[in-house]
């Protein structure tokens, strides 16, 4: 199959003829079970018509993803909502309230409309309303339910910007709109409405914090930041091995002086075995590392930015063929946990703790 693929000027206050003529018709390959990748605030999604059952499994074929693991349904109006669970919990109104539309995916019980194929088997269903305002107008031309995860193949660190939704899904999808780089970096927050308390399933810009601030109590996952804790996590995805570059990934924690020392020593050991070394710093100590590629993602002071560059360095290192990745670790709390949670799926939780 050709894909097409499409540009949408980004920070422009409206579409120009010829970019609402494109989301038309992006809309209606939806409509007609086809596959469309698209920009969305957290990361690129890869959306088909989320109330056909034919257009889940062809997302699944695209990414080779098992199917056992659920979609999120992306609407574009927070009244639609209603149709496609059969409960909204008087908490999920006020989160609707508060982070709709956002980087926020709350999960409900589902209603007839939402077929098992969209949910991976489930009686719930991920309802996510993202802010980008192309997202937005394409799920309105599509017919308000477009069922996107992330638009890269399974396992591969998700997608924030073009090039790499077509290194993923070019020849496999019929449309791709490059919006340019998306905002955030990280996929949405995740959480479960249908227990009390909610429950975060996945850590993300709408952080812990903040949803106490509108719910009260909010419980987390266990299994999100460890890897023995025996249970399996209530996010089926968040089981697989994930985000993971094709290089072998440590994460390296401790005083920061320790932990350059301990990556010079290993990169030197990895590079006299022939091995390409690369490592993920941040701009306080980026000029003490010495590797075949060191990368700074910018400064602890803002942990915004090291969000948004995370996944590109793990797909730059696959561009540049590197075997060894060492990364520092970040924080536990706020942004920080959604970092070090996808850093650690990333590194098969891999850690190293120095003293
Ligand atoms: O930011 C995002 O959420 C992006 C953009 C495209 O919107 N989408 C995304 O989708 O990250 P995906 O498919 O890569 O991740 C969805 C996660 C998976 O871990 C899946 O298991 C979980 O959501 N999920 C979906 N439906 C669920 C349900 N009913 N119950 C529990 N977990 C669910
Ligand atoms: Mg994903």
Redesign the pocket.
């Known amino acids: 199959m050709d894909t097409e693929i499409v540009r949408i000027r980004q920070d422009e206050e409206s579409f120009s003829g010829e970019e609402d003529a494109a989301l038309r018709r992006a809309g209606e390959i939806i409509r007609q079970g086809g596959l469309v990748a698209f920009p ?8 088909g018509d989320g109330l056909n059952r034919e257009s889940s499994r062809k997302i699944y074929a695209a990414k080779g ?1 098992p199917s056992d ?4 349904v ?1 609407i574009c109006r927070s009244e639609d909502l209603e149709s496609i669970v059969s409960e909204v919990p008087e908490a999920a109104r006020k989160a609707a309230q508060a982070f709709w539309p956002g ?1 926020l ?1 709350m ?1 409900f019980r ?1 209603s007839d409309k939402v077929p098992y194929e969209t ?2 088997g ?1 009686d ?3 309802v ?1 309303f ?1 802010s980008h305002r192309v ?1 937005q107008k394409l799920i309105e031309y599509s017919g308000g339910f477009v069922a ?5 193949r399974s396992g591969r660190p ?1 997608p924030t910007v073009a090039k790499y939704v077509t290194e993923d899904m070019d020849g496999r999808i019929e449309m791709i709109i490059d919006g340019g780089e998306v905002g ?1 970096g ?3 927050t ?1 959480i ?1 409405m249908t227990v009390m308390p909610p429950q975060i ?2 850590p ?1 810009y709408v952080t812990r914090q903040m949803l106490a601030e509108v719910l009260g109590e909010v419980d987390t996952d266990v299994t999100i930041m460890s890897s023995d804790s025996g249970q399996a ?6 089981k ?1 091995r994930h985000y993971a570059p094709k290089g072998e990934l440590v994460i390296v924690e401790g005083d920061a002086k320790a932990v350059a020392a301990y990556i010079n020593a290993q990169a030197q050991a990895d590079r006299r075995a022939g091995r390409k070394t690369g490592v993920i710093a941040t701009d306080e100590t980026l000029e003490q590392y010495r590797a075949d590629s060191v990368k700074g993602v910018g400064t602890r002071a803002d942990e915004e930015t090291i969000a948004r560059h995370l996944f590109t360095a793990l797909r730059e290192f696959d561009d540049e063929g590197v075997d060894s990745i060492y990364s520092e670790g970040f924080e536990s709390d706020g942004l920080g946990q959604a970092i070090m949670n996808r850093l650690l799926k990333a590194a098969g939780h891999r850690v190293v703790r120095l003293q």
């Open positions: 969305t605030e957290t990361v690129y999604g890869l959306g993803r693991n659920p979609l999120i992306h980087p995916t999960i589902k949910t991976g489930l719930t269903v991920a996510r993202p997202a996107a995860p992330s638009a890269n998700s955030i990280l996929e949405s995740i479960d399933l996945r993300g996590p209530r996010a089926p995805g968040m697989y």
